[in-house]
């Protein structure tokens, strides 16, 4: 089955900076989905990147605040950018292969 | 985008007893995903389920689609410590097929 490989796992981060994090995926995928899960909560979907195009984003979140990036049919990047206490969370990449969808494991971010 | 409101919201159990989750929607899913989510991981796909009354099993784990499909369940026998974890039911909707999840109900099987 496909893997992903999402990096880092964890980060503290001082408010106002920004993080960029990174998934891999070992084949080819059209579409790679990036959630939020705030502690103890469900994941709430961020975006979705399709190869070649912009991202496009859901309700509550902007380009400015997650700009992702998606140069090729295996990689992605979002950046949680000019950060607050507030986007303390973990951020999944996710992608459909055949089968079902499969998730990276996950960045724990903490804003101090 | 549809609400999917799962209960409980947590569940602490004993070892070797039997829980169920419930997962409801006041629209009819197209298809319902369950995925299991322990600390650290991304959530891990447990099953799909498609048509109206199915009922699917793995191992210790029966899931129900309810008839009208706005329904879904799922049911753990002797429950055990290593079922400990985020259960989540899913569905997958719009254009690209992103998926919106429930609320979540975390379990925790004490030994």
């Known amino acids: 089955s496909a893997v992903i490989s999402q990096k880092p796992s964890r980060d503290i981060c001082q408010r106002g900076t920004s993080l960029t994090i990174q998934c891999q995926v070992d084949?080819?995928?059209?579409?790679m989905f990036w959630y939020r899960q705030q502690p103890g909560q469900s994941l709430t979907l961020i975006a979705t990147a399709n190869q070649g195009s912009e991202a496009t984003y859901e309700s509550g979140f902007v380009i400015d605040k997650f700009p992702i990036s998606r140069p090729n049919l295996t990689f992605s990047t979002l950046t949680v950018s000019n950060m607050s206490p507030e986007d303390s969370s973990i951020y999944l990449c996710?992608?459909?292969?055949?089968?079902?969808?499969?998730f990276g494991s996950g960045t724990r971010l903490t804003v101090v | 985008t549809q609400l999917l409101e799962q209960s409980p919201q947590f569940l602490s159990i004993q070892e070797g007893e039997n829980l169920t989750v419930y997962c409801n929607s006041s629209?009819?899913?197209?298809?319902l995903q369950w995925y299991r989510q322990e600390p650290g991981e991304g959530p891990v796909l447990l099953v799909t389920?498609?048509?109206?009354?199915e009922v699917k099993k793995l191992k210790r784990l029966t899931f129900q689609f309810g008839d009208a499909r706005k329904d879904s369940s799922l049911h753990i026998t002797a429950a055990q410590p290593g079922d400990t974890g985020l259960y989540l039911c899913a569905e997958s909707s719009g254009s690209a097929r992103q998926l919106t999840f429930g609320s979540g109900t975390q379990l925790t099987v004490l030994p």
């Open positions: 629209s009819v899913f197209s298809s």
């Open positions: 996710s992608f459909l292969p055949y089968g079902g969808y499969t």
């Open positions: 389920v498609v048509t109206g009354g």
């Open positions: 084949s080819q995928v059209t579409m």
